[in-house]
């Protein structure tokens, strides 16, 4: 997912990149529904407007433990 979304190759997800990681595939009329600049925000706690791969990596280990508690 990462390295899918890492379109300029830097390690690192910027705010744009995030963004169309977590919006592709939807429809326009279905955007209004992603929580994507407040979840980028709630990533980035340095608030420097990067995502590291670790960060992201730990949120969604996060996210998997979660649902399967």
């Known amino acids: 997912m990462m ?3 890492d379109k300029n190759k830097d390690g690192l997800l910027c705010i744009n ?3 169309e990681m977590i919006t592709k595939g939807l429809e326009t009329g ?3 529904n ?3 600049a407040s979840a980028f925000q ?3 706690e340095d608030g420097n407007g990067i ?3 670790e ?3 730990e949120v969604m280990e996060n996210l998997v433990d979660d649902f399967i508690l």
């Open 51 to 53: 995502l590291t791969g």
């Open 30 to 32: 279905n955007l209004a």
């Open 42 to 44: 709630a990533l980035d």
């Open 55 to 57: 960060k992201l990596h």
């Open 3 to 5: 390295q899918q979304s």
């Open 17 to 19: 990149e995030f963004l």
């Open 34 to 36: 992603v929580p994507s």
